[in-house]
């Protein structure tokens, strides 16, 4: 995306932003919050986004599952405990 910028683009940002904005471009050694974020605009891909939001998806998937799992587990051996206490009581 050559070409001379002539053209504005205001975005509203809160002060901690802004001064976040400020320290990544000087810590880049980028001339200009602007020249920050054209090139982050630039470089920012939705499809990597998506390919991780999908691997935590199936993550997440995973670790429910075991979840209930062991709460199945838990809820079958309190019933036994529970059925040996009810029949030493009598």
Do not use: C, W
């Not at 471009?25 to 001339?31: T, V």
């Amino acid at each position: 995306m050559a070409g001379v910028a002539t053209e504005r683009v205001v975005v509203l940002v809160s002060p901690g932003e802004k001064r976040l904005f400020e320290r990544k471009a000087k810590e880049m050694n980028l001339p200009s919050v602007s020249e920050l974020v054209r090139r982050s605009v630039e470089a920012y891909r939705a499809e990597d986004d998506t390919a991780e939001l999908g691997a935590l998806v199936r993550a997440l998937n995973e670790s429910h599952s075991q979840a209930i799992a062991a709460l199945e587990a838990a809820e079958a051996e309190l019933a036994e405990t529970r059925a040996y206490f009810a029949e030493r009581r009598g």
